[in-house]
């Protein structure tokens, strides 16, 4: 399995980023893919997680303002990332979760950064 995170970079704060993670060696439409962060000094967070039944659900401090989606034919899982603020500066790590197994596979993480 293998999850490659693209798309960090540097926006200003209000601004919008979308992140993509593009998946191989799993059955991607079977598998839910979520995405978590990292700011320096702090404990991974987790951000969000699309489901492989349609199902989305996220983290109080992204809700409202961040939206996952996939795409089956390309194996690719997105998070739009709009309204940002200083605060979701972090790197960005997408995961994904194998059924029945429930074995996690991480990509490598991208960095965003929000200048206010």
């Known amino acids: 399995v293998q999850l490659q995170a693209s798309g960090g970079g540097l926006v200003q704060a209000g601004g919008s980023l979308r992140l993509s993670c593009a998946a191989s060696?799993?059955?991607?439409?079977?598998?839910?893919m979520g995405w978590y962060r990292q700011a320096p000094g702090k404990e991974r967070e987790f951000v969000g997680r699309?489901?492989?039944?349609?199902?989305?659900y996220y983290g109080d401090s992204v809700k409202g303002r961040f939206t996952i989606s996939r795409d089956n034919a390309n194996n690719t899982v997105y998070l739009q990332m709009n309204s940002l603020k200083s605060e979701d500066t972090a790197v960005y790590y997408c995961?994904?979760?194998?059924?029945?197994?429930?074995?996690?596979?991480w990509g490598q993480g991208t960095q965003v950064t929000v200048s206010s």
């Open positions: 995961q994904a979760i194998l059924a029945p197994s429930g074995n996690a596979y």
């Open positions: 060696g799993l059955t991607f439409s079977r598998v839910d």
């Open positions: 699309h489901r492989w039944s349609g199902i989305s």
